[in-house]
């Protein structure tokens, strides 16, 4: 049997579906590569700034603008490290939400796919007792001309007259 038009719609809708989740996929593991190297260079930088401030303290006695200069660094770096993380979780979150409602949508077309198997079926049904009440009427009606004398019925056969 062919697929029907509303199939083939649920079949595409659901497959577009599944490519935006695959695309918030491919987003959050992209973002939480870039968290993984900001992380790295802050690491870095942090150490960077911690070896200034020994070398500062021993060499200018100037502790006091390397200590700021290298909490405004820490700071910026960790304000950038939680803004990656909340842009995770929410696009964690709208994956979530796309799961459900795909799910919630295939299981209405299931209901509404077996809804119509069940006409049909029911429907196959009537015909079938249809046909057979036809073949009683049938059978019914050569009784009666047979009972009549009538002749047979034309049976497909031509009789050419000599």
């Given amino acids: 049997m062919a697929p029907s038009g509303p199939c083939t719609c ?7 579906k599944q490519i935006a989740l ?8 992209r973002l939480r590569g870039k968290l993984e190297i900001e992380r790295q260079e802050s690491a870095t930088i942090k150490e960077g700034l911690e070896k200034k401030l020994v070398e500062a303290k021993k060499e200018h006695g100037t502790k006091q ?7 405004k660094t820490i700071s910026g770096l960790t304000e950038i490290g939680m803004c990656m993380s909340k842009k995770i979780e ?3 979150a709208k994956k979530q939400q796309t799961r459900e ?13 077996q809804e119509a198997e069940d ?4 429907q196959h049904l009537i015909i079938e007792a249809l046909l057979e009440e036809k073949d009683g009427i049938l059978q019914t ?7 009549n004398g009538a002749p047979a019925p034309f049976d497909d056969e031509w009789e050419e007259i000599p």
Avoid: F, T, Y
């Fill in 90 to 92: 929410m696009m964690k």
């Fill in 141 to 147: 009606i050569q009784g009666v001309q047979e009972d």
């Fill in 119 to 122: 006409s049909i079926q029911a």
């Fill in 65 to 71: 603008v390397v200590l700021e200069a290298s909490h």
């Fill in 22 to 29: 695959d695309n918030q996929s491919h987003m959050i593991r």
């Fill in 101 to 113: 409602s795909h799910l919630e949508c295939h299981h209405k077309w299931q209901s509404r796919i």
């Fill in 10 to 16: 649920v079949v595409a809708a659901l497959r577009m």
